[in-house]
Structures are given as C-alpha cells and as structure tokens.
C-alpha cells in the first residue's frame, strides 16, 4: 500500500434544491465531491454549472472557496489507495474532464432514488453516483448496491474511510492556510540557519 491518499467532501450547502433531497434524506449531507489532495485544490463532481440555476448541471471541478461553498457544513474523508488505484482514479477523472461537453446531470435519477429505482443515463450523474462510479471502476470500493442509488450520507459507512475533518468548510481552509504559514516558517529558518553554517565553515 502507499502513502497516497484519495479524499471525499461531503457538504451542505443550504440551498432550496439541496433542503428539498434533505426533506427525502433526512440526513445532514446532501453533496459529494472527490479529490486527489488533502488541500482540496482540485475537486470534482457533478453539479449545478451556474450557481444560481440548480437545474443546469453537468461535470465540474468545484471552486470550494467559493461563495456557493463558503458557509457550507461539511465533512472530510480519506483512504489510503495503491499507486495503481490513483493513477486509475485520476485517469477516470481526466477522461471525463476532456468530454465533459458530452455529460449532463442526471436529475431524474436523483429523483428515482425516492422510488429506490436505479436510472442510469448515457453520460450522465448526480454527484454521489458520480463518485461511487469512480470508486467502484477503480477497485477502490466494492458496493452491494448500484451506484445510481447510493447518496452522500453513505460514503460515511465506507470501511476503508476515516474522518478527517467535520465542521464549517471554513474552518477547515483556516486549519490547512495556518499549517502551511507554519510548515513556510519552519523552511525559512532551516534555510537561514544552514545558510549562516555554510558562511560560518567558509
């Protein structure tokens, strides 16, 4: 196994469209996203285009320091995967990325979830058939269950998966911006205190 890890954002959002799955859910996550870095520079999914029509969906790699994200609650969670898991993962993903003009949002299977009736489309998925698609074509994670009908609040079940993070998706940036200051600082004084070795020698 190597060190390389994969991590899933699960947030809420607090939109109309996304307090109407909760009203069907009942539970407090109602997004999913997947990314290859702890920092969750590069997210992907499947989601509103524009962020104020929730009908307008398709691929996406999601700006999480956005607006539409800012005040969301969320939860981070990660597994270890073998080097040829994420180079399968980020290949899957590129792939998608490259025709994403040809993949659309799958809005009635969302729907077809309430009726427990996995609708699969062409070239089309709501973003936690999205990221279990992705788990499952690259041997990360097995489901007993078609993707098509597994929703975010799930991922959480995983047995592979550790919580790294819950709370207000601000606060996790704030954790990451401070730990990065603090790790710029450390190698900026290692580097003036080899560099004042390195003059003292001479």
Do not use: W
């Amino acid at each position: 196994m190597s060190n390389q890890k994969i991590y899933i954002l699960l947030t809420d959002t607090g939109t109309l469209f996304t307090r109407l799955i909760k009203l069907y859910t009942k539970k407090p996550y109602n997004h999913a996203s997947i990314s290859l870095d702890p920092e969750l520079k590069e997210v992907y999914s499947f989601g509103r285009k524009t962020a104020k029509n929730p009908f307008i969906g398709g691929f996406v790699q999601e700006n999480i320091r956005g607006e539409h994200f800012s005040s969301s609650r969320c939860t981070v969670i990660s597994c270890s995967v073998t080097e040829e898991q994420h180079n399968k993962l980020k290949a899957f993903i590129n792939k998608i990325e490259s025709e994403k003009q040809h993949y659309g949002y799958n809005l009635l299977g969302l729907f077809a979830i309430m009726f427990n009736k996995p609708l699969s489309r062409d070239n089309a998925f709501f973003c936690s058939q999205f990221v279990a698609t992705v788990l499952q074509k690259c041997q990360i994670v097995h489901f007993t269950k078609p993707p098509a009908l597994v929703i975010p609040h799930e991922f959480l079940e995983m047995e592979d998966f550790h919580v790294d993070f819950q709370g207000n998706l601000k606060d996790y940036f704030q954790n990451i911006d401070s730990r990065n200051i603090e790790m710029n600082t450390f190698i900026s004084s290692h580097d003036q205190e080899q560099c004042g070795q390195s003059m003292a020698i001479s």
